[in-house]
Every structure is written in structure tokens, then in C-alpha cells.
């Protein structure tokens, strides 16, 4: 008797292993549904950025910091689980939301939050991939080892978040009468464009983003530029 | 020669002065780190760079083999000597780039570049068709991994003899050039479940197009050998297509993909429709045929035109 074509445990062997990456994708789905809450609640709260003004920053941010503090929690379980499974195997489910994330980081540091003892309240402060992931208590740019990280794409794209929203932040900051504010984003954000363009870039998503960049530059320009002409930049310039 | 500039009041600036300091590159507190991340960003560039290449070149060879052995005519234990020499010699070129590929794709680097990685589909779907010429069997994923693992690390060995030529090769090479190593120390391919499962989906449209062109040209069903005296008829290609995709049918949706899961599936279910009307035709209109005649191979491509990609 010939062999059958289909070897019977070939078929439940299949079986078995879709089942499984399907159950892995419906649990890694409730966590990253729940990073997405935490992600969502901080970035409303800091939205409210746009229209305080700096002396009420610090109550802001710690607002800001309990968001993040769930933020930092739900990374950790999703480290945990995830870290069970190829990374790049499922990286691109919750790639955005970790970005986001991030940026959330980036921003409340930025401003002052999140800051050592050592300078409270320090405006300016630019966390690096390092910084990111020691807040997230994760490990960044894995290379050896097949387990959950921040890459340095999605530390990067959460960075370019930022500078949009500093670009914004620019203009009310403005109208909230803060003028050496824009006037330091102004410098931060030209620096950080620098930056960028120090990068080789394939033609990927990082670059369509890095390309936005450009015009949070001339947005910020703009307005210090308005400042500048009518004499409003303050004397002690934060650059 | 362009036009010289000229300074506010018109006088035109001379050009042999002094230049203005070469312009550098404008340097800040973020330069280091933006330069750090470029290294790292550009090695993965790279990387990606070079198994897109191999991976292009062993899609195009595995082509190359499904090309011969749809030039194979019934199911027999040992393939045509000629196709086989031919399935050999492309078999060891993909293994040498299979071993060029391997080093780049250790570790968590496996499914960071998955998707540059079709070739293993492509090489799936060579190895099952040349298997189910010679078996009438589908091979099964755990047969096929070391299979795919062995032909990565001949090719490493075989290379290994010859002036390497490739001198990008990274880290995971570095220890090569010691003595002679031993195969298990080598960095191998291991086959997903994914990289199977698509590959027989295509493999469906190959044995269609085997039955089709097997049935026009001999005659007759492609089917395995008269099991001896007495026994079962034995198995076509008809009953082998309703199997897979009966198989295909069963199983649950992969869900990396479901897109072109469904895709996959509907042009499976397609080719299983080819072959059952092929069998049809065999039984109804088979016993009109008078002996030796054969049929316009014209009409017999028709069929399968829409189907070559």
C-alpha cells in the first residue's frame, strides 16, 4: 500500500502551531488595547501643555507621570509576554503604540518632567535611546538576544512626534506670553534637524517622517521671526 | 566661467581671496548621538541589502528547478536523469547562497527581515514538487527543515574551499576561516511554518500544471505505480489535488496574513477545480480517444495561462 499523500500528524502539527500564533496575536491585542488607554489618557493630558502657562507646569506633569507610570507598567507586561516569542515575529503590532509611548516620554522630560534631583524642572532636557528605555525599564537596540526592546526606529519616529508637537507649543507658548520658550524650541528643534540629516535614510517610513520635520523647522522660524521683529525676543537668549 | 559676485555697491568681489572656512558640517550637542544611531541604522540597511540579493537570486533558481521538473512527464521513484543533473546544479548553487544568507539571519535577526525572505517559499515550493514527483507524497514540514539546514550547511563547507569572494561578510563568518569546520558548529536556515505552508500552496498550482501538461502529453491520468498484482488502483493526481485541498480547507486561517491567506486558498481552490475537470475529461471522453492520439497541446496551455504567475 502506498503512503497516503498527506501525512495525518503533518496536519495537526499545522493546526496546532496556527492556533497558537493566533492566541499569542489575541493576547498581545488586550495588552496593546490597554497600552493604547494609558498612550491615549497621557497624550490629552499633555495636550493641556498648549495652554499652560510655565509656572504651572510641574502640577501638569505630574499628571503627566501617573499616565506614564501605567504607560511604563503595560510595557512591562507586554515586554514579559512577548519576550516568550520571536520579537520581529510581532514588533509591527504594537511598533506604533510603543512610539507613542515614547513620545509621551520624550515630551514630559522635555519640559521638565520626569527630571533628577539633581535639576528639577530643568526645560530642554533630551532623553536619549538609553534614557527611553531605562524609564521603560526595557532593553533598547537588541542585538544578541531575541527579546523585547524599544528599536531605534521607533525611538526615533516618537522623537519626530515631538517636534511636532514642540513646533505647536512654540506658537502658544507665544500667546501665553512665554517668548524665551519658542525661542528655545526654536534652538532645540534646529538642532535636532541637524540631527536627522546626519542619518542615511532608505526610502522608508522613518524617512517620510524625518521629511516632516522640515516644516515644524520653518513653523518655529516663523514665529521666532515675528518675535524678532518686533524687538520681543527676551535679552537673555536660552540658545 | 559663472559670474563673479558683487558686493552691495556693485564692485565685483574678488575670487582668489581668501575662501570662507570649508563648510563644515553643523556639529551640536545631538551630533554624536544622531551619528551612533546612523551607524547602527546603516548596518541594518546593509544587511537587509544583502539578503535581498541572495534571496532574489535564490527565487530565481528555485523558478529554474520547477521549470525542469515540469518537464518531467509521469510519478516515478527516480527523476529523469537529465532533469535530475539540472535539479542538482541549480540545488548547489542555491545552497551556496543559502550559507551567505544564513550568518545574516540568526537569532532575532530570523524574522526581522521575513519579509525579504520569499525565497524560502519559492525553495518550499521546489523541494515539495520534486518530492511528490519522486513519492506522490506530500513531505512534511519536519522532513523538509533538516533538509533545507543540510543544503545551507554543505554550501558553507563547499565555500569554504574557495576564495571567498564576498568580503562583506560580517561577524557571524568571522571564525570560518579556521580549520575545517564541522557542519554543526555552522549557522543554519530554519524553515518556519510559514515559509512551508505558503510554499505548498504553490505547490498546488505546480501539480496542476503538471497534470495538465502529464495528462495531454501521455495520455493518461498522472498517478502512482500499479500497486502489484490485485491491489488498489493506484492513487491520481486527482485524488492528491482534493486532498490538499481538503487540507488547505481544514485548516485554520493563518493568521500572519489572513489577506493573502484567502488569496492562497481561492487560487488553490481553483487549481483543484482544473485537475477534477482534467479527471472528468479522462473518464468521459477518455475512452472515445483512439489509441496514441494526442491531444492540440494549444488548447491544453489555454488553461493554464492565467495561471504561470
Given at each position: 500500500m502506498a503512503p497516503p499523500m498527506i501525512d495525518p500528524a503533518l496536519f495537526d502539527q499545522l493546526k496546532s502551531k496556527i492556533e497558537e500564533d493566533t492566541n499569542v496575536r489575541k493576547e498581545l491585542d488586550q495588552i496593546i488595547d490597554e497600552l493604547n488607554q494609558h498612550v491615549s489618557y497621557t497624550q490629552g493630558v499633555l495636550s493641556r501643555i498648549h495652554s499652560t502657562p510655565r509656572s504651572k507646569y510641574e502640577a501638569l506633569l505630574g499628571q503627566v507621570e501617573n499616565g506614564i507610570k501605567q504607560e511604563i507598567q503595560t510595557v512591562g507586561r507586554l515586554s514579559a509576554f512577548a519576550s516568550q516569542y520571536p520579537y520581529y515575529k510581532y514588533n509591527h503590532k504594537w511598533s506604533r503604540t510603543v512610539q507613542d509611548a515614547i513620545s509621551t516620554v520624550i515630551l514630559c522630560a522635555w519640559l521638565g518632567g520626569m527630571s533628577p534631583e539633581s535639576k528639577?524642572?530643568?526645560?530642554?532636557r533630551l532623553l536619549t535611546l538609553e534614557d527611553v528605555g531605562k524609564a521603560f525599564e526595557v532593553p533598547v537596540n537588541l542585538k544578541d538576544r531575541d527579546a523585547f526592546h524599544i528599536t531605534i526606529e521607533e525611538y526615533l519616529l516618537g522623537l519626530i512626534a515631538v517636534v511636532d508637537d514642540l513646533s505647536r507649543l512654540a506658537v502658544n507658548s507665544v500667546t501665553l506670553g512665554d517668548n524665551a520658550m519658542a525661542v528655545q524650541i526654536s534652538g532645540f528643534v534646529k538642532d535636532l534637524h541637524a540631527g536627522f540629516q546626519v542619518l542615511n535614510l532608505k526610502n522608508d517610513t522613518l524617512r517620510k517622517r524625518v521629511d516632516s520635520i522640515k516644516y515644524a523647522v520653518k513653523k518655529v522660524e516663523d514665529v521666532v521671526y515675528d518675535l524678532s521683529l518686533r524687538n520681543l525676543i527676551p535679552a537673555q537668549g536660552s540658545q | 566661467m559663472s559670474g563673479s559676485k558683487r558686493d552691495w555697491s556693485g564692485n565685483a568681489k574678488r575670487r582668489d581671496g581668501p575662501k570662507p572656512a570649508q563648510k563644515q558640517v553643523v556639529r551640536n550637542a545631538y551630533t554624536p548621538m544622531f551619528e551612533l544611531l546612523r551607524n547602527e541604522l546603516d548596518e541594518h540597511h546593509d544587511r537587509r541589502e544583502r539578503i535581498v540579493k541572495a534571496s532574489r537570486d535564490i527565487t530565481a533558481l528555485s523558478k529554474k528547478i520547477i521549470f525542469s521538473l515540469q518537464r518531467v512527464r509521469k510519478i516515478e521513484s527516480q527523476l529523469p536523469a537529465n532533469i535530475q543533473a539540472e535539479v542538482d546544479s541549480r540545488l548547489a548553487e542555491i545552497s551556496k547562497l543559502l550559507a551567505t544568507l544564513a550568518p545574516e539571519i540568526q537569532g532575532i535577526n530570523r524574522y526581522r527581515y521575513s519579509r525579504n525572505l520569499m525565497c524560502l517559499e519559492e525553495l518550499v515550493e521546489a523541494l515539495t514538487f520534486a518530492h511528490y514527483l519522486k513519492t506522490q507524497t506530500l513531505i512534511s514540514h519536519a522532513e523538509l527543515s533538516p533538509i533545507v539546514e543540510d543544503l545551507t550547511q554543505k554550501g558553507a563547507v563547499t565555500r569554504d574551499g574557495e576564495v571567498m569572494g564576498d568580503a562583506s561578510d560580517t561577524a557571524g563568518n568571522a571564525a570560518e576561516p579556521a580549520e575545517a569546520p564541522t557542519t554543526e558548529d555552522l549557522p543554519t536556515i530554519s524553515l518556519t511554518e510559514d515559509d512551508y505552508l505558503y510554499g505548498v500552496f504553490d505547490l498546488t498550482g505546480e501539480m496542476m500544471r503538471f497534470a495538465t501538461t502529464s495528462t495531454a502529453l501521455t495520455g493518461s491520468m498522472a498517478s502512482g505505480q500499479a500497486a502489484g498484482a490485485g491491489g488498489d488502483e493506484p492513487r491520481t493526481i486527482v485524488q492528491d489535488m482534493h486532498e490538499l485541498g481538503t487540507f488547505f480547507e481544514m485548516l485554520p486561517v493563518g493568521p500572519e496574513s489572513r489577506f493573502q491567506w484567502y488569496k492562497k486558498l481561492e487560487v488553490t481552490r481553483q487549481s483543484v477545480r482544473k485537475v477534477e475537470t482534467l479527471g472528468y475529461d479522462r473518464i468521459v471522453r477518455g475512452s472515445e480517444r483512439p489509441e496514441g492520439w494526442v491531444p492540440d497541446l494549444s488548447t491544453g496551455d489555454q488553461g493554464q495561462r492565467d495561471e504561470l504567475e
Open positions: 528639577p524642572g530643568e526645560v530642554g | -
